[in-house]
């Protein structure tokens, strides 16, 4: 079994920042990219930033100079600095993970979703 345990959200005024983190736990025996999304109500889900094995990165464009994605190998958990926040990064946020939880067997998790509040 494989748990994706997310902290850091909350509600923050328009400027600034949150922290976020996920933490993967159980059977693994692999990493490989690891990814935030978000999802805002009434919007479809969407990518924010990814992580590859290796280190590279990318983002959205709408969060490109103010967010940084980052991880933590040694404890299988990925970061996202949020800073300069606008009320429009208001969403829940999920990592996404892919994982080799046995042998070759590789799968995406979820986290199960931190809520971000961008308000005066």
């Known amino acids: 079994q494989v748990q994706l345990v997310e902290s850091g959200g909350g509600l923050v005024q328009p400027g600034g920042s949150l922290r976020l983190s996920c933490a993967a736990s159980g059977s693994i025996f692999s990493i490989n990219a690891m990814a935030w999304y978000r999802q805002a109500p009434g919007k479809e889900r969407e990518s924010v930033a990814t992580?590859?094995?290796?280190?590279?990165?990318n983002y959205a464009d709408s969060v490109k100079g103010r967010f940084t994605i980052s991880r933590d190998n040694a404890k299988n958990t990925v970061y996202l600095q949020m800073n300069s926040l606008k009320p429009e990064d208001t969403a829940v946020y999920y990592c996404?993970?892919?994982?080799?939880?046995?042998?070759?067997?590789?799968?995406?998790?979820w986290g199960q979703g931190t809520q971000v509040t961008v308000s005066s």
């Open positions: 992580i590859s094995s290796g280190g590279r990165t």
């Open positions: 996404n993970v892919a994982i080799e939880s046995s042998w070759n067997v590789w799968e995406n998790f």
